[in-house]
């Protein structure tokens, strides 16, 4: 199947990515309101839609939403989908998000070994084996949902935002405190794993591929080889169902 729009719906944003000509050309980084598809989708007549999805009662409102169009949705949902061997020992656990990602990944800066960084509502760290294959990974939540939980879970802490790209060593005050705090915490994980990995795979200057929302903020204590792609799911989506029968 040929998508014109490949969707991503993850646990905060819906991402849209708009294929033309073999590529995604475009991304739409979308809540959950109806009103902002139907801004979105504009006059564009019949679209042909390919979805990842990593949460069912969200899959399931844009389901009824497409089919409303008159439109099908085609929702990968088997891990088989996504051509990339996966050599965990529970394969059909691994979110479909992680294997789209790792897939395009490996296409556009493989073959491998490399570090295949999501930094969304969860930060997941995907190792890419040199022979090219999904070998798990890491799970942390992500810059807002950890500051989400030191605001609930103490009575004198506020909860932080990361509008604003400033991030001050050492902070200066509790908020500066709290986000640098969070951004050295995921950031540090991101390079411990680095390190393992080289260590245990004995391999040097292992690439780190980065995306998701949160991306941009982890990308400047990330040092070199790194690769910023923002379309990096998408463009996953759009391999995996390209190449299905
Ligand atoms: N306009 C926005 N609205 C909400 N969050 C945003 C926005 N722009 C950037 N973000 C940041 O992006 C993060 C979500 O990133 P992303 O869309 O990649 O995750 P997700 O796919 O929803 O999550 P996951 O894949 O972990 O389920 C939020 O935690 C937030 O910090
Ligand atoms: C980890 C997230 C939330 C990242 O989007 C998603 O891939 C997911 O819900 N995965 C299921 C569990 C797993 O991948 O092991």
């Not at 932080?160 to 915490?185: K, M, W």
Request: proline fraction near 7%; glycine fraction near 10%; aromatic fraction near 6%.
């Amino acid at each position: 199947m040929t998508p014109d729009v490949v969707v991503d719906i993850g646990n905060t944003r819906i991402k849209w990515g708009w294929c033309k000509s073999g590529r995604v050309e475009r991304i739409s980084s979308l809540g959950a309101d109806p009103a902002e598809w139907d801004r979105e989708i504009g006059d564009s007549g019949s679209v042909a839609w390919a979805i990842v999805n990593v949460n069912p009662p969200k899959l399931e409102q844009f389901r009824r939403w497409i089919e409303a169009r008159g439109d099908t949705a085609n929702v990968l949902s088997d891990y088989r989908q996504i051509p990339i061997p996966n050599t965990v020992r529970q394969p059909g656990s691994v979110g479909l998000d992680r294997l789209c990602s790792s897939l395009a990944a490996r296409e556009l800066y493989g073959p491998g070994p490399l570090l295949v960084v999501q930094a969304g509502t969860a930060v997941v760290i995907n190792y890419i084996t040199k022979a090219g294959e999904f070998g798990g990974g890491s799970i942390l939540p992500g810059f807002q949902l950890m500051a989400k939980s030191l605001a609930t879970g103490t009575a004198a802490l506020p909860e932080v935002s990361f509008d604003e790209p400033l991030t001050v060593y050492p902070g200066q005050n509790t908020t500066e405190a709290i986000r640098n705090g969070i951004h050295l915490a995921i950031a540090g994980a991101v390079n411990s794993a680095r390190g393992m990995y080289q260590s245990v795979f004995n391999t040097s200057s292992l690439k780190v591929v980065l995306t998701g929302g949160d991306a941009a903020l982890l990308a400047d204590l990330i040092q070199p080889p790194l690769e910023l792609a923002p379309l990096l799911t998408l463009e996953g989506i759009r391999l995996a169902v390209e190449s299905l029968p």
